[in-house]
């Protein structure tokens, strides 16, 4: 469904990827991890466009980096950047609808609502409440939710679990196995919680210094070589 081959971003004279490389296939959830700095933002932001990349990513055979990033949004590529951004000064609803207008969040708009409201029941409590007031947890549902609300075939959460207390963590992953089990969605998640990210996925990519250091299922990827990968031994 997606491919990542050989990408280098570089911001002013430092290289944030140096041939980077991921395969998903539909219907998986692949997980990014890798140290602080290793790239993984860098790597989400080059398939959804929020930076400029070379080398060559495939959307069902479309190529992403000839796309604007609201094209790629319109192909089913959703995108819950890093520190959530939602729209502070917008209300709960307004940032749904945010996300909703893709050419699939609007033909589809009434399923999709529904969807986010049983997932994330508070969403629908505090609907006209402008989402700068929610907590950290619940802008992390609102965030997930806007991208929910597009209607996407891929969605990339970057670092969901980010600043949260481990219980709203927990409802937060909770939540991406729901997305999950409902099927229809393929999921890349870059994730701090590596134990938790490689449990649940089918397969993960370990990032170091803008490269692929390691790959494969979670049970190739052992404790052992995860600590090679990391620590760089
Ligand atoms: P983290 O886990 O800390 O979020 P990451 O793996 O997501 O790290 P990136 O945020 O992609 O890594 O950063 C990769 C490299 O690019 C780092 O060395 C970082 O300092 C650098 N970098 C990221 N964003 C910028 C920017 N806007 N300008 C300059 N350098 C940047």
């Known amino acids: 469904m997606l491919t990542v081959e050989n990408i280098e971003v570089r911001y002013g004279g430092s290289e944030a990827l140096r041939g980077a490389g991921l395969e998903v296939n539909r219907g998986e959830l692949v997980a990014v991890v890798g140290p602080n700095g290793a790239g993984k933002t860098t790597l989400f932001k080059a398939i959804s466009g929020t930076v400029p990349a070379a080398g060559r990513v ?22 819950v950047p890093e520190g959530r951004k939602v729209f502070a000064s917008m209300s709960v609803l307004e940032n749904l609808e945010m996300g909703g207008s893709t050419e699939a969040g609007r033909a589809d708009r009434r399923r999709a609502f529904e969807r986010i409201f049983a997932m994330f029941p508070i969403l629908a409590e505090r609907r006209a409440q402008l989402a700068g007031t929610l907590s950290g947890g619940q802008q992390q549902m609102l965030a997930i939710g ?14 969901p679990s980010m600043g949260l207390s481990p ?17 229809g969605m393929t999921i890349l998640l870059v994730e701090q919680r590596v134990t938790d990210a490689l449990a649940d996925c089918d397969r993960g990519y370990v990032l170091e210094g803008g490269r692929v250091m390691l790959h494969g299922t979670p049970a190739e990827l052992s404790p052992e070589k995860l600590r090679r990968a990391y620590l760089g031994v």
């Open 58 to 79: 495939t959307f069902e055979g479309a190529d992403l980096l000839a796309m604007k990033p609201r094209d790629r949004a319109h192909l089913g590529i959703a995108h």
């Open 146 to 159: 806007r991208a929910l609300a597009s209607c996407p075939r891929l969605l990339m959460l970057d670092e």
């Open 167 to 183: 219980v709203m963590a927990d409802t937060i992953f909770d939540a991406v196995r729901e997305i999950r089990r409902e099927g």
